[in-house]
């Protein structure tokens, strides 16, 4: 397994202003993810976040919206842009390790409030 | 596209009492995981199913795949109030992503 750590785990912010969350890994994994979990809901794939090069966004995802950042094999951001009241939601990292299963582990979450 | 539907999506259930949450996917797919959310929390592995016909057990939880059925089944067996959570399951489609269930929130009254 892998331990994953984000910050901030929660925040409250105003509209029209941007947050970058962080995800930790406590090891060198070749597959990052992020995903949005809104309330009461499942989750959604925001993108996979590539080491050395763009992310792969999922439908309904830009980059201008929700640039991310993958600088090394342990560590992304994700930041949310521009944020409307509709971006409230729990935003989660993921990770898969080399050679698994696809498994992936998740860090605890970060939760976002936009008023 | 590789749809996952759970049912139920909620069930409230009686301590002692068995039951089975199930999990079907539209394509092909011989892997499939189920996770745990507890409230307000992020999600916990608990089973990795890798083949036809595999079975994995961790105390009153128990996890088979069907993959000529393209079924999952989760089942509890004599609930206990500890086991009251938000259950996922999720299927790897062919780019090798999880395609993720509803979930099932289960509440076990005492």
């Known amino acids: 397994s892998a331990v994953i750590s984000q910050k901030p785990s929660r925040d409250i912010c105003q509209r029209g202003t941007s947050l970058t969350i962080q995800c930790q890994v406590d090891?060198?994994?070749?597959?990052m993810f992020w995903y949005r979990q809104q309330p009461g809901q499942s989750l959604t794939l925001i993108a996979t976040?590539?080491?050395?090069?763009?992310?792969?966004?999922e439908s309904g995802f830009v980059i201008d919206k929700f640039p991310i950042s993958r600088p090394n094999l342990t560590f992304s951001t994700l930041t949310v842009s521009n944020m409307s009241p509709e971006d409230s939601s729990i935003y989660l990292c993921?990770?898969?390790?080399?050679?698994?299963?696809?498994?992936?582990?998740f860090g605890p979450g970060t939760r976002l409030t936009v008023l | 596209e590789l749809k996952v539907e759970q049912n139920p999506l909620f069930l409230s259930m009686q301590e002692g009492k068995n039951y089975t949450i199930y999990c079907n996917y539209s394509t092909t797919s011989d892997r499939l995981y189920w996770y745990r959310q507890d409230p307000g929390k992020s999600l916990e592995s608990l089973f990795v199913l890798l083949s036809n016909g595999a079975v994995k057990q961790e105390g009153r939880l128990m996890a088979s795949l069907d993959t000529k059925a393209r079924l999952s089944t989760l089942h509890i067996t004599a609930a206990v109030h500890d086991l009251s959570a938000t259950y996922f399951c999720?299927?790897?489609?062919?780019?090798?992503?999880?395609?993720w269930g509803a979930g099932t929130k289960l509440i076990i009254k005492p």
């Open positions: 976040a590539n080491q050395g090069s763009e992310a792969t966004y």
């Open positions: 993921s990770v898969a390790l080399q050679g698994g299963n696809n498994e992936q582990f």
């Open positions: 090891s060198q994994v070749t597959m």
């Open positions: 999720a299927v790897v489609d062919s780019n090798y992503q999880l395609i």
